[in-house]
């Protein structure tokens, strides 16, 4: 057996510390160790995006991070997306250019473009597809998401 | 009378007709009633006093929700179609 | 999957006894994108993981004429570099086509190597702008180049207790051009059916007085076409003398049949390939 | 042909009711269910595509810490042995059963043989892994004809299919019927043109991003609690009544926010598992999460197999019209064979038709309902060949389509005669859309040529049955309790039929989807139904509601119920014009007026005529390496009445994406002893947004005359030209007939090389 590892991380602007097993992926750490399970699981291997989060400014797919990794990191999830001023501008888009079916891949999606748009406000269309290949959608056929993303790039 | 299809699998029971005029004012009549110029057709299309489970009973246009209760019109039309299912 | 530790490295030394401790048994860590996948799908078992992105030495990222790009440098902040992109486009090329962002925050481009499947998208670029391999570990420093570094699918030179510290690409020559291209059905996050990566250098008059090329996911390991760059030196860098290299790569390749691609579509890829990242890194060493 | 009603709700987009906690991340899906003292499910799973379990070994496993309880297909009570109606389809119990937990022999790779629940998933997986399997590996067949073949191996031990009404006499045919109307050789004999192909496809997954689950309580008085994401809660409930042998009353299922379906998520697996292991648990919830492999391998993807089609025509009609279609079931009989043979000709008006139909047994998972079942295959070949008739006849695709086109009161292949269609209608729309009259430039001058497609599609409209309950809050919102479970926006699209009746905002239903003991039967979200049957629940159930304000205005204004009307959202009396309430006014007087109002609305709806889908594709294709890129897009859909028309285009973006990646890269690569190789989604290669252009949508409004609102089933047609249209498109650009899907570059290399030499 191997013990767990102690980890101090900011998550969503709150500070955490707990105790995960060495071995345990962020994305299971955020899940089932700390109850953040907006962020989703599709492939655990890398491949669907649903697990996005940033961590220290950079998207990755957290099914790709161990949880233990994250120690002194810097960490945002969709439940850290809304404020108490409100919706985030992405997610009214969302909302409002029916940019979600069933919703799965969604949190991954939202994240994902919150970076784009962070780095490049200006992305054309082959530019937010680029940055969005890391996440599928089964349902949309992406046309929506995409359409959302420059809604928001509109009204910025 | 009812224009009742016969499914390609029971025309040898029919003698090769496709479809053949009963007459019967609900589904079960008319099941009777080709049953009688049919003997043994009704336990292929009948089961536990319902249509078969994985078939659906056709009376004039679409599948009836009503099973042998379905009323049968004057000129309708009677098929017998496997179940649809769909995603 | 077998539990194995962590631990967060912060120095060469530091690496090097955790891995002298383990053996076989203990790995480093930079994106985990290949490494903990293979762990989860029960590929092989290890006792620890070193994540060695604390390691200051593996996070340099040092443009001096040369490039020093330690182990540990993601992708995105290679290609971010805006001096590295103009000094080596033909490694932007692979960097911004592995997986999605989210793998290029994570990935690098030494990882890549020691990962050293066939189909590693960064090795054939690596291969043509003639890199060194800078290993460390318990028993000592080494250095390997790139083209000699894999043996085999998975398989390279890293004895047990070694690493990779960092990646040195020498200064682009003047009239040194390099491209990458490789074909997958989609346009993103796929395996390569087939790769290739050029480069050529010309002289005053346009000649082509080096040429190198490379193909990926054709052999068990990258392929190294010295070939073509017998061929091609002291020639002009037409489209005829281009063809007649992807009909030497065509050949030069040994790839198999599976489920990304046959064998014939990987050697005429190969050469199709061949003479489009020539055509392109001509044009780039034209440019200057 | 555009539906001519004024509403003030349908045909408007609010902001889907669901759509917050879907943005928030706040929304519960079936892995985000966490019990006090869960377990945590892992299942082994055969890694033979074919093998006989001589003995199972668990004791190494059984003895691992934090392991609680493992169990095996003994643990499974004995299911019946017959057909049982699910609404959607049907399903064997014994089948099922073995399907859940192979009982003697492994039928496909990925089999469940035993499961564990621990205490972690990673000891279950450690405690999976330990325990030991003595197998028997048995020959496999994995494709129609490798089934079919003299020396195939026998695969479901004991099954005897029905041939033609007849015992067949091979073991893997699952069934073999036929469809035959007109004089089919008579009219080959009088056509002038002939032209018949063989088209092939590969098995493919519906690709929903989100694995399957299941958290199950089964307590010490045999009632089991199950929280899954289904596309239907009450097929659950029975599906589990009928493996675990409960009454269903004894059942209790939730459903939880679903991440796709497509068809995908009508069966269960996991689900019976996680029930058996709580029980040997002492009660414990257990939890299982399926892993992507898993879903790939052990779930129900669609059929792979072939469609061999021949049509005759004559003077620019379509006389005759031969299809054999051959599916590969899976494991277990039950193949979405028969709708396809219903769908081959529906878009023509054919008058001498013969089908064929085989349902085959082979050794790979068995299939289940993706998307308009089998209805793609069959476009595939038919809209090819029709292409290939305009072609050598040298006529236009769409002007032969509408020349040929089914309507109203055409027989359809399967017999029965079409009601109100929106075939012609759509294919004009087609023929009229700026896609279709937008020239293409075949070479765009960097080496790439380009070609332009087109297909057609027919889907059904399934009915069935729905319940709906309203209740009335005295602030005037309604609050809407259903069982079909929210895919794609159906809480809005059922909640906005309701307010329209209502006279309110869509905003003002506060729309649910509840657990099985909370409301009346629902069929699953599937078959296109949903907002159609439920829509049509909410409708009625809205009817009621009024039906109860109008009495209570009545005792209100202490008038006769016949003195009152409900128009425009306002209760007045047709004697007094003072007397007039809106329906906020009345819902604020119900407390002092008698108490709460609530109606309930429930139907079983016959099916709907169908839906009609034109897809026109432009691609742009390498020929030096054969990388198509689809370069514009445009889906034209019958939809009847377009309720929220955002979620309309949706589902037509959606569907036709699906199959987009069906057409060129998508399939299940089986080794040659029937492993499927590619079973994550880096190999199985679903299209990725920068593989995409925008999909244009027209939506063409046919109202179906036997839904109040005029609705027509959305979600299926969408999916079925789209195969058909790439690969015409393909021959456009290319002049190469591809008859083998995918298309992807490898194909289309071999072909443009046989073409060239």
């Given amino acids: 057996m191997v013990d767990k590892v102690h980890v101090k991380t900011t998550i969503n602007g709150q500070e955490y510390e707990f105790l995960v097993e060495p071995y345990m992926s962020l994305l299971e750490t955020l899940r089932d160790v700390l109850n953040l399970t907006g962020t989703k699981e599709g492939c655990n291997d890398g491949n669907c995006g649903a697990c996005t989060v940033e961590m220290n400014g950079r998207i990755v797919d957290s099914c790709c991070v161990l949880g233990a990794e994250v120690n002194g990191g810097t960490i945002n999830t969709i439940e850290g997306m809304a404020t108490a001023e409100g919706l985030h501008p992405l997610q009214q888009a969302f909302l409002e250019e029916a940019a979600l079916q069933c919703g799965i891949c969604t949190p991954g999606f939202l994240i994902s473009a919150k970076s784009l748009l962070e780095r490049e406000p200006d992305a054309d269309e082959h530019r937010i597809r680029y940055w969005l290949a890391g996440n599928l959608c089964r349902c949309t056929g992406y046309d929506k998401i995409i359409k959302a993303v420059q809604k928001t790039q509109a009204t910025a | 009378m009812a224009r009742v299809f016969i499914p390609f699998a029971l025309r040898k029971m029919t003698g090769g007709a496709t479809d053949v005029q009963i007459a019967g004012a609900t589904l079960r009549e008319v099941i009777d009633n080709l049953e009688e110029m049919f003997p043994g057709i009704k336990e292929r299309l009948v089961q536990d006093d319902r249509i078969k489970v994985g078939m659906e009973a056709v009376v004039g246009e679409q599948p009836t929700r009503e099973g042998l209760r379905a009323k049968v019109a004057e000129d309708a039309e009677v098929h017998f179609i496997p179940h649809i299912a769909g995603g | ?288 | 042909m555009v539906a001519t009603q004024e509403y003030k709700v349908i045909g408007t987009r609010p902001i889907r009711h669901d759509g917050l906690d879907k943005v928030t991340g706040r929304a519960i899906y079936g892995a985000d269910v966490k019990l006090p003292d869960m377990l945590y499910g892992f299942v082994l799973r055969s890694p033979h595509a074919h093998a006989r379990i001589r003995s199972i070994d668990t004791s190494a496993a059984e003895a691992m810490p934090g392991v609680v309880a493992v169990m095996t297909a003994n643990d499974m009570p004995e299911a019946a042995d017959e057909l049982v109606d699910l609404g959607e389809g049907a399903i064997n119990f014994s089948h099922a059963s073995d399907h859940i937990m192979a009982m003697s022999k492994a039928k496909f790779k990925g089999h469940p043989v035993a499961a564990v629940a621990a205490t972690s998933t990673n000891v279950a997986r450690e405690a999976v892994a330990a325990i030991k399997v003595d197998w028997e590996v048995l020959k496999s067949a994995v494709t129609v004809d490798e089934a079919l073949a003299p020396d195939a191996p026998v695969i479901l031990d004991g099954w005897v299919g029905d041939d033609l009404g007849e015992k067949s006499t091979k073991p893997n045919v699952g069934s073999h019927f036929r469809h035959e109307f007109g004089d089919i050789e008579k009219g080959f004999a009088d056509s002038t043109t002939i032209i018949e192909h063989r088209y092939d496809l590969a098995m493919v997954h519906q690709g929903y991003i989100e694995p399957h689950n299941g958290t199950a309580i089964w307590d010490q008085e045999d009632r089991v609690r199950l929280w899954t994401s289904t596309q239907g809660a009450f097929t659950v409930r029975t599906q589990l009544a009928g493996i675990l042998q409960l009454d269903e009353s004894r059942i209790k299922v939730t459903p939880t926010e679903i991440g796709g379906g497509f068809g995908g998520k009508i069966p269960i697996y996991v689900e019976p598992l996680a029930a058996i292991l709580s029980k040997k648990s002492g009660g414990k919830p257990v939890r299982i999460l399926m892993d992507r492999p898993e879903v790939f391998e052990a779930t129900g993807p669609t059929p792979g197999g072939w469609v061999s089609v021949r049509l005759g025509v004559k003077d620019r009609k379509i006389i005759a019209g031969d299809a054999d279609i051959r599916f590969d079931a899976g494991g277990f009989p039950g193949s979405p064979v028969g709708a396809a043979a219903m769908c081959v000709f529906s878009c023509y008006d054919i008058e001498n038709t013969r089908i064929d139909g085989w349902d085959i047994i082979v050794n790979k998972p068995k299939t289940a309902a993706y998307r308009a079942p089998g209805s793609t295959h069959v476009a595939y070949a038919i809209e090819c060949i029709i292409d290939e008739i305009c072609e050598e006849l040298d006529l236009d695709p769409i002007q032969f389509r509408l020349d040929n086109a089914s309507k109203e009161g055409t027989r359809r292949g399967d017999g029965p005669i079409f009601p109100r269609i929106g075939n012609i209608e759509t294919l004009e729309a087609a023929r009229d859309s700026a896609h279709w009259n937008a020239p293409l430039d075949k070479n765009p001058g960097n080496g790439n040529v380009r070609g332009r497609g087109i297909a057609n599609g027919y889907w059904f409209n399934v009915g069935l049955k729905s319940s709906v309950n309203l209740s009335v809050n005295t602030d005037g919102t309604v609050m809407l309790i259903e069982g079909s479970t929210d895919i794609g926006g159906t809480r809005a699209s059922i909640a906005m039929q309701a307010a329209e009746v209502l006279g309110i905002r869509a905003e003002d239903i506060i729309p649910t989807v509840v657990d099985t003991d909370s409301v009346g039967y629902t069929d699953v979200t599937g078959g296109s139904r949903t907002t159609y049957a439920t829509g049509f629940a909410a409708y009625k159930a809205a009817q009621n509601l009024i039906d109860e304000l109008t009495a209570r205005a009545a005792t209100i204004w202490d008038i006769p119920e016949d003195e009152v009307v409900f128009e425009d959202g306002k209760f007045s009396s047709k004697s007094d014009p003072e007397l007039s309430m809106t329906f906020k006014e009345i819902a604020g007087k119900l407390n002092e007026t008698g108490g709460p109002v609530s109606s309930t609305g429930a139907v079983d709806l016959e099916n709907a005529g169908g839906g009609f889908a034109v897809h026109i594709c432009d691609l742009e294709i390498d020929p030096e390496t054969g990388k198509t890129d689809v370069i514009r897009y445009t889906a034209v859909q019958d939809v009847g009445k377009a309720i929220h028309p955002s979620y309309v285009e949706g589902q037509m973006q959606g569907g036709a994406v699906q199959g987009i990646g069906w057409a060129l890269n998508e399939e299940y690569f089986m080794s040659d002893d029937g492993q499927m190789v590619n079973s994550s989604y880096l190999d199985y290669r679903m299209p990725t947004s920068l593989d995409l252009p925008e999909i244009e949508t027209v939506i063409v409004e046919v109202p179906n005359p036997i839904h109040p609102f005029g609705v027509r089933g959305v979600g299926e047609p969408p999916i079925v030209p789209p195969v058909a249209a790439i690969a015409n498109a393909i021959n456009d650009a290319l002049g190469i007939r591809l008859r083998e899907a995918p298309m992807n570059p490898g194909r289309i290399l071999e072909a443009l090389k046989e073409k060239n030499g």
Avoid at chain 3, 89 to 95: K, Q, V, W
Avoid at chain 3, 102 to 118: F, G, H, K, V, Y
Avoid at chain 3, 134 to 148: F, L, P, S
Avoid at chain 3, 170 to 186: L, M, Q, T
């Fill in chain 3, 1 to 288: 999957m077998h539990p194995f530790d962590y631990v967060a490295a912060t120095s060469i030394a530091e690496v090097n006894s955790i891995l002298a401790q383990h053996g076989n048994r203990a790995r480093p860590l930079v994106g985990g994108t290949d490494l903990l996948v293979q762990l989860r799908g029960g590929r092989f078992d290890l006792d620890a993981v070193v994540d060695i992105k604390g390691v200051p030495e593996a996070n340099v990222l040092e443009l001096n004429g040369a490039l020093k790009m330690g182990s540990a440098v993601p992708l995105a902040v290679m290609y971010e570099d805006q001096a590295v992109r103009d000094a080596y486009p033909g490694l932007i090329d692979c960097a911004e086509l592995i997986g999605g962002i989210q793998i290029q925050s994570r990935a690098s481009m030494a990882a890549n190597l020691c990962n050293s499947t066939p189909s590693g998208d960064t090795i054939c670029p690596m291969i043509v702008h003639s890199a060194q391999v800078n290993i460390t570990g318990a028993n000592g420093d080494r250095t390997v180049a790139v083209e000699d570094f894999c043996t085999g699918p998975g398989r390279n030179v890293l004895e047990d207790g070694e690493w990779v510290l960092d990646i040195v690409f020498p200064a682009p020559a003047s009239g040194f051009g390099a491209a990458y291209e490789r074909f997958i059905p989609r346009n993103e996050m796929d395996i390569a059916v087939a790769g290739a990566a050029s480069s050529v250098t010309l002289d005053g008059s346009g000649k082509i007085t080096d040429a190198l090329v490379a193909l990926a996911s054709v052999g068990p390991t990258p392929v190294f076409v010295t070939a073509i760059t017998d061929l091609l030196v002291g020639k002009e860098p037409t489209e005829e003398n281009f063809v007649a290299a992807g009909k030497i790569a065509y050949d030069a390749v040994s790839p198999i049949s599976d489920m990304r691609g046959t064998i014939e579509q990987r050697r005429h890829l190969s050469g199709v390939l061949t003479r489009r990242t020539l055509t392109k890194a001509t044009e780039r060493a034209k440019a200057g």
